[in-house]
């Protein structure tokens, strides 16, 4: 491959007056306190009709700001200081206020990362999709007959049902085919998706990435994805950029940019991803040392250079060129003929002793709620347990019961009569008001979302110092001492204990949720999805510390996570949950190499591959049941392809032993139970 040195505007990009969408040059910058602050700093690239193309690195670099900036959806401090934003011809930047909204309604749609927030709560699907009819100027019957086609188009389930349901009688994965429904009223030419996926889980990840690819195809739109996911990149898009610090380092066909990084800061995020299986045991995850500058840095050189294993004095005063490597490839580097020298970390095999008998045993543990007059069924009869210095992975769809088997354990919600919950074989009460102090600080839990979790008032030694002087009997010295110790362990630095969570990253906040719950010195941690909303190397950084802390500690996990790939990485062993039963449990290895249970098989099939191995997915035939109208016999079979009929639709499934400790719940022989599709898993799904 010839590699030459060029400039942006010398790279052959095709006519941008033909492109969908071209970015040109773009300089955006934010008002903070009367001071204009640079967030993109000249940001460049191209999507042609019928085109997918990625934006990753890590948050804070740019990405969601680039996709409102080619939309002009700006809050009222952002402005445009430079470049231009063309789609189909059109040049947005210099668009009226009228001529914006017609673009919007007639040619672009926008998709949010979190569907919840772009419904109105107070009024019905139905009416919400029509009005996006009723903009484009259809009456009122016309266009609620719109509305219902639209809900057909992208695969609802009882769409006439769904017209008359309100935002939150839809699951996440509903909403968010709605909220795609909309977009798609005016057949628009382009489609923005800012990490349509992150909060689902990977069955209904899959769904709606099938969905987006389908129509694709069907309307030869144009999209932009942005996703701190990889394997979701790799498996949608067709040409990839990676930006950092508001800036495009790297652009290259999907496949060339996965088999072959050529910038060192896209090597740092590949290296990150727990990849080809690898476990704990095997190493730590590579990590990006320091942070991404903040914003109106000066960044006169490389704006990559405080981090990079390859800098040399000539990247600290040098502007770098942009190097075209052919075929519409290129990045921005001084040494990208060095980049293969670039290693991941030597392979460490620490080591993690798992006690003999379990700290914590759930034996028959239900818990039952009641709604409306009615027994709603949440847990039915869970035995689990997990050992000293073991980490459970709990794994399944999102309303199979995994968070509320975590706060039936914690004692947030009282378990039904006939449940034992034990620790040490001794009971603990129900309701956490009426433990003993000892228990409540044996068990604590990291939170998924660490800014609903952490008061923004208080500093985070103030939040360390209530946990320790509650839960221990430390007091003055002796405790700031003790939150001290905590926050060195957690990596956070003496200046961040007197920062507020608001002033932190979102890595230093998940840090400081983190320190929370160690700083009462727990046997147990509940962590409930602690890495979904982090990039890569955030999350690399975060399973390397929770990894550490356990070997140092022997502290137990009950990790709970969408992301296969995660708890590969972490787990010593896996449960598998599905309408608040256990319907598969046993070793990490055990569970990737089968047989396993038909639903577990379905799970693993919906990973997306950074890798581009091509798998079959095995899809999920409708939506998780209610565990109000739970299906009789197993309840699975509803969506199962293996269902016996006579069998599995009338008589609740046996435990069969398949392995030593791995146990399943289902009617068919162990030489019958599938074999897993092959997982190379090398993404955050």
């Known amino acids: 491959m010839t590699a030459t040195a060029s400039s942006d505007a010398q790279l052959d990009r095709g006519d941008p007056m033909t492109a969908a969408l071209a970015v040109d040059d773009l300089r955006l910058a934010y008002t903070v306190r009367g001071t204009p602050r640079a967030v993109l700093r000249g940001v460049t690239f191209q999507v042609r009709p019928g085109e997918a193309f990625g934006l ?31 789609a189909g011809g059109q040049n947005i930047t210099e668009m009226s206020t009228k001529q914006l909204q017609q673009f919007r309604a007639n040619h672009a749609a926008m998709v949010y990362q979190d569907p919840v927030q772009a419904m109105n709560p107070t009024l019905r699907i139905g009416r919400q999709v029509a009005e996006c009819f009723q903009i484009l100027g259809f009456d009122k019957g016309e266009a609620e007959d719109r509305a219902l086609a639209s809900l057909e188009r992208v695969k609802i389930a009882d769409p006439k049902s769904v017209m008359d349901r309100y935002p939150y009688q839809l699951s996440g994965g ?105 476990r704990k045991t095997d190493r730590a995850l590579a990590t990006i040392p320091g942070n991404m500058p903040s914003i109106g840095t000066e960044l006169p050189t490389c704006v990559y250079v405080s981090r990079c294993p390859l800098a040399t ?28 020298s670039i290693e991941e970390p030597d392979a460490v095999v620490p080591d993690y002793k798992v006690g003999d008998s379990n700290i914590v045993e759930l034996e028959q543990v239900s818990k039952t709620f009641r709604q409306r007059g009615n027994d709603i069924p949440a847990l039915v009869s869970v035995d689990l347990g997990f050992a000293e210095g073991e980490t459970l992975g709990l794994v399944g769809e999102s309303g199979s019961g995994k968070s509320t ?34 228990s409540i600080r044996a068990i604590q839990m990291v939170f998924q979302n660490p800014d609903s979790a952490l008061n923004r008032a208080w500093t985070v030694r103030r ?55 160690f700083a009462g010195d727990p046997r147990v941690v509940v962590c409930d999805e602690p890495t979904s909303a982090l990039d890569v190397s955030v999350q690399a950084a975060i399973l390397n510390l929770l990894a550490n802390v356990q070997h140092d500690e022997r502290t137990s996990y009950l990790f709970i996570t969408h992301d296969i790939g995660v708890v590969r990485y972490l787990a010593d062993r896996i449960a598998v949950m599905y309408v608040g039963r256990i319907m598969e449990k046993g070793f990490t290895e055990d569970i990737f190499n089968g047989p396993v249970h038909p639903y577990t098989e379905a799970l693993l099939s919906a990973v997306p591959n ?22 009789p016999g197993c309840v699975f079979h509803t969506r199962c392809r293996y269902s016996i009929p006579g069998t599995c639709d009338t008589i609740e499934p046996p435990d069969i032993l398949v392995g030593p400790r791995h146990e399943i719940t289902c009617h068919l022989p162990i030489d019958q139970l599938p074999k897993p599709v092959t997982v190379s898993i090398r993404a955050n799904p």
């Not at 969601?64 to 231009?84: D, K, Q, V």
């Not at 000539?314 to 003929?337: E, F, M, N, Y």
């Open 313 to 340: 004095d000539i990247c600290r005063t040098d502007k770098p060129p942009v190097v075209a490597l052919g075929d519409g490839r290129w990045t921005r580097c001084h040494h990208s003929d060095q980049v293969s």
């Open 405 to 438: 088997l975590a706060k039936t354990m914690l004692g947030v919600y009282g378990a039904d009569d006939g449940s034992q919950i034990t620790l040490d074989g001794t009971p603990m009460k129900g309701k956490a008001t009426d433990r003993r102090d000892a």
């Open 610 to 631: 950074v890798d581009g191995t091509a798998s079959e997915r095995i899809p999920l035939a409708g939506d998780i049941p209610s565990p109000a109208d739970p299906p």
């Open 56 to 86: 990753v690195g890590e948050s804070g670099c740019g990405k969601s700001t680039t996709a409102y900036a080619a939309l002009r959806y700006l809050p009222s401090n952002g402005e445009i200081t430079g470049g231009r934003v063309l």
């Open 174 to 278: 509903m909403l968010q085919r709605v909220v795609i429904a909309m977009g798609l009223a005016g057949d628009p030419q382009l489609l923005v998706l800012d990490e349509p996926t992150t909060g689902l889980d990977a069955t209904v990840e899959a769904e709606v990435l099938d969905l987006v690819r389908e129509l694709r195809e069907e309307t030869q739109a144009a999209v932009l994805l942005i996703a701190h996911n990889l394997g979701v990149i790799r498996t949608m898009c067709d040409r990839v950029g990676v930006m950092y610090a508001g800036k495009m380092v790297e652009e290259a066909s999907s496949d060339e940019l996965f088999e072959a990084p050529s910038h060192p800061y896209t090597i740092g995020l590949m290296n990150a991803i727990p990849r080809l299986g690898l």
């Open 463 to 517: 939040i360390l110092l209530r946990t320790v002087t509650s839960l221990t009997p430390l007091k003055g010295a002796e405790a700031n001492d003790r939150v001290e110790e905590i926050a060195e362990a957690m990596r956070l630095s003496p200046h961040h204990l007197d920062m507020r969570p608001r002033q932190l990253s979102g890595g230093l906040k998940q840090r400081v949720a983190i320190a929370r719950a």
